[in-house]
């Protein structure tokens, strides 16, 4: 479930989950140790990870990002300008370049901001599937595979 909020003076987007047992904790917790293994790209391809833990009654475990103030790439019409095009080929290349596999690559999780006389920030959200290269066997396969599903996603 998200939510839009404050955390402090930041616009936020908080990702909640209840807490019915160990496995969606756990995945919240991975997560959470992908946006920090991924802070230097945060307020670029990324949006800033502002915090998470426990709602006050300690039934719902939360995620607080930076609201990005943009659309997904699924609302904006074929065919990308090559600005919006190569920028999202940036933000992907940036994420392996971390040693991040994103895990859940598609329209959605792709979010376009645009605004009058900037060139468009892409940041790519969702990182619940994401997995370290390091800890992947097929690696750079897996690693290109998702640079080709990129490209099919922008052409």
């Known amino acids: 479930m998200l939510r839009k909020g404050t955390w402090g003076i930041t616009t936020a987007v908080y990702k909640f989950m209840m ?14 140790s992908i946006y920090q293994h991924l802070k230097p790209l945060q307020g670029g ?3 800033d990870f ?10 719902r475990y939360f995620i607080a990002l930076e609201l990005i103030p943009g659309v997904p790439l699924a609302a904006i019409s074929k065919p990308y300008s090559p600005e919006v095009f190569s920028a999202a080929e940036r933000a992907l290349d940036d994420v392996h370049d971390r040693g991040v596999l994103h ?3 598609h329209e959605g999780n792709i979010m376009v901001c645009q605004q009058q006389g900037m060139p468009p920030r892409v940041v790519l959200i969702d990182f619940e599937h994401a997995e370290l290269l390091s800890s992947l066997d097929d690696a750079a396969a897996l690693q290109h ?3 080709q599903l990129m490209l099919r996603i922008l052409h």
């Open 50 to 59: 502002l915090g998470h833990g426990l709602t006050f009654c300690s039934s």
């Open 103 to 105: 895990g859940d690559l």
């Open 19 to 32: 807490i019915e047992g160990c496995q969606p904790l756990d995945a919240f917790v991975h997560e959470t």
């Open 145 to 147: 595979e998702e640079k």
């Open 45 to 47: 391809c990324l949006a």
